[in-house]
């Protein structure tokens, strides 16, 4: 059971902006603890897609973003688009399990 | 180019052992952390445990503790996660990825099947 909580799914029309929500504590998030995104294609390893909160690494498009406040993240896509189909997971640290913890999981579906 | 090669998808019966591996290529292999991650059929991302190949320090998530054991040989640059008896409930794909502030490069993913 993940002490960061994401929504199961969100779902946009091509060219829409989703965002997706990370959701977490005092002993994480709010710990000041940095956040990070991963991106999961169907049938890959997971993939690094923003570090330290809002920062991308080399050859992530600039349609990705993220963002921190208080105990909660968020990720946005804008310009949604049809590889933008994945599995997306936030991930932090926990100082009350001392250790790392990543969220549930959200699917991105384009429509 | 930094690569983690792990090994090759495993079918065993429960009670068996079993030992995948995880071998770092591209950079320094001693001074970086390598995490192991679950991937049960369907499911999430969960956190097992890390080891610094330089020192061997290990850490496990309390779920994961005293259920596997990790490990590394630098001299083969190669970090290793076992089971002494497994399960059928540790069927799924274990990831390896190597650490500094986050999980910067992950392996491709070692598929355990544990059936009777």
């Known amino acids: 059971q993940s002490v960061l909580t994401q929504p199961p799914s969100v779902s946009g029309a091509p060219g829409q902006r989703v965002t997706i929500s990370c959701t977490g504590s005092?002993?994480?998030?709010?710990?000041?603890?940095?956040v990070h995104w991963y991106q999961q294609l169907p049938g890959t390893a997971p993939k690094l897609l923003i570090y330290g909160n809002s920062n991308r690494p080399s050859g992530v498009p600039d349609r990705f973003s993220g963002s921190k406040s208080g105990t909660s993240a968020s990720l946005a896509i804008t310009g949604l688009q049809a590889e933008d189909e994945a599995d997306y997971y936030c991930q932090s640290y926990d100082s009350s399990l001392s250790g790392y913890v990543f969220g549930t999981g959200t699917k991105v579906t384009v429509l | 180019e930094v690569q983690l090669v792990q090994s090759g998808a495993e079918v065993k019966k429960p009670g068996e052992s079993l030992k995948i591996s995880c071998k770092g290529s591209?950079?320094?292999?001693?001074?970086?952390?390598i995490g192991w991650v679950r991937q049960m059929p369907g499911k999430g991302l969960e956190w097992m445990g890390i080891?610094?190949?330089?020192?061997?320090?290990?850490r496990y998530s309390p779920s994961f503790q005293g259920q596997v054991t990790i490990s590394a040989d630098k001299s083969i640059s190669t970090a290793y996660l076992q089971w002494s008896s497994l399960k059928a409930s540790d069927t799924a794909m274990y990831y390896c990825?190597?650490?500094?502030?986050?999980?910067?490069?992950w392996g491709q993913g070692t598929l355990v099947t544990v059936s009777s």
């Open positions: 990825a190597k650490k500094g502030e986050y999980f910067q490069h």
């Open positions: 080891i610094h190949p330089g020192d061997s320090e290990t």
């Open positions: 005092s002993s994480n998030i709010g710990a000041r603890y940095d």
């Open positions: 591209g950079y320094s292999f001693t001074s970086y952390w």
